[in-house]
């Protein structure tokens, strides 16, 4: 007669089950894989609750909530199909959020109507106040967690959003990069330099400075948006924030389009714009990278002018000293910005610094 034994003596006696299995006395593993193709009991309180399946999900995108912010001035040839084609992608993403601002910065053309007639949010300038001007004030509005600046131009294509989605998991901004190509010779020339000139400044290799196509962490936006400028230059400014205020930044190779009308660059103006704005921002997060090159250039200089003099005319100059005068000032200075930079690293990490967790989700996200 098999042995009963109930359930405390289960938990208490472990060894013991393994001397009832080998008498036959409880069910083998065999037998217990027949009983479960065997129909359920009919009472509910006789069946086994299995345990469910663990089951692992794929990888949920950081991407919840999307602001497309889309600055636009005289674009009425290519507004109805540009916005045509975001909600298309928009309509595949399937996002549990999203939103389409059209910054209409003092057009004079059907370019606001274009929008509205497509769904898009529309904000109005009465009077054109600039290309980043309209970015900064789509910036502001933004509701979602996580903003897409696209030109209204049409020559960003919006079918390359998923693609910037899908890289935004590892980075905090993604920036759609042309390569060095897609315009005019002088233009891309130009390009190359501004991108050299700012990776040596930044420390990392930076293949498209100036793209305006770009996806970033809504909150690291905001608080970047009082250093971006009216004009062009705001790509510049963002990426070079961005790298020397250490947020990890991406790059997504695209083709650019041609676009219908005239473009609103000028070359030399904007051009000779944004070298100013790249000093500019070196001298606010990398100082040294600027400071410490041009006093060792004066220093050294000092260093050759005493030397010669000194063989010509056996004397140690006025020349000489105050080049080397001069050349630890710049290095003190270098020293100073450099602690002024530190203090405003700070003031940034208080706003959505690198490292803040941000993807979390919010009351009423998706709604």
């Known amino acids: 007669m098999p042995t009963q034994l109930q359930g405390p003596e289960l938990e208490v006696r472990p060894n013991v089950i393994a001397s009832l299995m080998a008498s036959g006395d409880l069910p083998t593993q065999v037998e217990l894989s027949k009983s479960d193709t065997m129909d359920p009991p009919d009472d509910p309180a006789a069946r086994i609750q299995s345990p469910p ?3 692992h999900a794929a990888k949920a995108s950081r991407v919840k909530r999307l602001s497309i912010v889309v600055p636009a001035r005289n674009e009425g040839l290519n507004m109805a199909a540009l916005m045509d084609e975001i909600n ?3 309509g595949e993403l399937d996002l549990p959020f999203h939103e389409v601002l059209v910054v209409n910065d003092g057009s004079t053309d059907d370019t606001a109507q274009l929008a509205t007639d497509r769904d898009a949010r529309v904000i109005h300038h009465p009077v054109g106040l600039g290309n980043g001007a309209a970015v900064k ?3 502001r509005e933004a509701k979602g967690d996580w903003i897409l600046l696209l030109d209204g131009d049409g020559q960003h294509p919006p079918h390359e959003l998923p693609a910037m989605i899908e890289q935004a998991n590892q980075y905090d901004m993604v920036v759609a990069s042309r390569g060095g190509s897609g315009g005019s010779i002088h233009r891309n020339i130009a390009n190359q330099v501004y991108n050299r000139f700012a990776s040596y400044v930044s420390g990392r290799h930076i293949p498209d400075l100036t793209s305006g196509y770009r996806l970033m962490r809504a909150d690291v ?4 948006v009082w250093l971006l400028p009216n004009t062009f230059s705001y790509p510049t400014t963002i990426t070079m924030s961005m790298l020397r205020g250490g947020w990890s930044v991406g790059f997504h190779p695209f083709q650019v389009r041609q676009r219908l009308g005239k473009s609103h660059v000028r070359l030399f103006a904007d051009g000779s714009r944004f070298f100013v704005i790249i000093l500019r921002i070196a001298t606010m997060f990398a100082p040294l990278r600027v400071f410490l090159p041009t006093a060792m250039l004066t220093g050294a200089i000092g260093v050759a002018w005493y030397i010669n003099t000194w063989l010509n005319d056996g004397r140690f100059t006025n020349m000489a000293l105050l080049l080397l005068t001069q050349a630890m ?3 003190a200075l270098g020293l100073i910005a450099e602690q002024i930079a530190a203090l ?3 003031g940034l990490a208080q706003s959505g610094g690198p490292g803040a967790n941000r993807d979390e989700p ?3 996200e998706g709604q």
Do not use: E
């Open 88 to 90: 298309d992608v928009l």
């Open 362 to 364: 919010t009351d009423g």
């Open 53 to 55: 399946l663990a089951v």
């Open 329 to 331: 000032l710049l290095f």
């Open 137 to 139: 004030r789509g910036i």
């Open 344 to 346: 405003r690293f700070q």
């Open 221 to 224: 936006a905001k608080s970047l």
